[in-house]
Structures are given as C-alpha cells and as structure tokens.
C-alpha cells in the first residue's frame, strides 16, 4: 500500500510540475510579449517626441519670421501712408496749378479780345481821321 500511495504522491506532484512547467512557460511568453509591446511604444514615443521637437522648432521659426514680417509690413503702411499724403499733397498743388492756369487762360481770352477791341477801334479812329 505504501508503494500505491508513493505513486498517487509521484502522480500528483508530477501533474502538479507539468501545470507549474506549463504556467512558467505561459507567464514567459507573456512576459515577453509584453516586453515587446513596451519597446515599440517606446520607439513609437521617441519617434514622436522628435516629430515633436522638429515641429516645435519649426513653428519657433515661423513666429520668428511671422514677427519680421509683421515689422516688414508696419513700415510698409508707414512708407504708404506717407506717400498717400505726398500724394495728396501734389494733386492739391497740381489742381492749384490748373486753376492758375485756368485764370491766366482766362485773362489771356480777355486781353486778345480787348486787343482786338482796341485794334478794331483804332483802325475806325484812324479811317475816320482820314476822312
């Protein structure tokens, strides 16, 4: 009898070392899988960390040139707004000028036709001389 039950010992410590065995090598392949899955979150995560850092450099960047150019475009309005004024500034002087020239245009018309006038009547004085 004591033989039999040295064997159900042996029977039951056997199984109980193969369930052992097979739940080693479950939490291994386990464990190694998620060993995997870290390392391609980690490369994943780098990855995207220098994705992040390149963008952010990028747009530090852009800000900078966006900053220039918004300087750039400040002294543009500056410079345009001064040429709206010279602008301004040469047509009042321009339409001065026609006006003057209108006027001188004017007195030119006036003065011809008194010349004519005086001419007119001086010729009549004259002829009514000869007579």
């Given at each position: 009898m004591e033989e039999a039950i040295k064997n159900k010992l042996i029977l039951i410590l056997s199984i109980l070392c193969v369930i052992f065995v097979l739940s080693l090598i479950g939490s291994c392949s386990n464990s190694f899988r998620q060993g995997n899955l870290r390392?391609?979150?980690?490369?994943?995560?780098?990855d995207l960390e220098e994705k992040m850092s390149k963008y952010l450099q990028e747009k530090a960047a852009l800000d900078k040139k966006?900053?220039?150019?918004s300087g750039e475009l400040t002294e543009t309005k500056t410079d345009l707004e001064a040429t709206k004024k010279a602008l301004v500034q040469e047509q009042l002087v321009s339409q001065s000028l026609k006006d003057e020239l209108n006027k001188i245009t004017k007195l030119k018309e006036t003065l011809e036709e008194n010349l004519k006038e005086a001419l007119v009547s001086g010729k009549s004085d004259k002829s009514k001389r000869m007579r």
């Open positions: 390392n391609k979150e980690m490369i994943t995560r780098l966006i900053s220039s150019l």
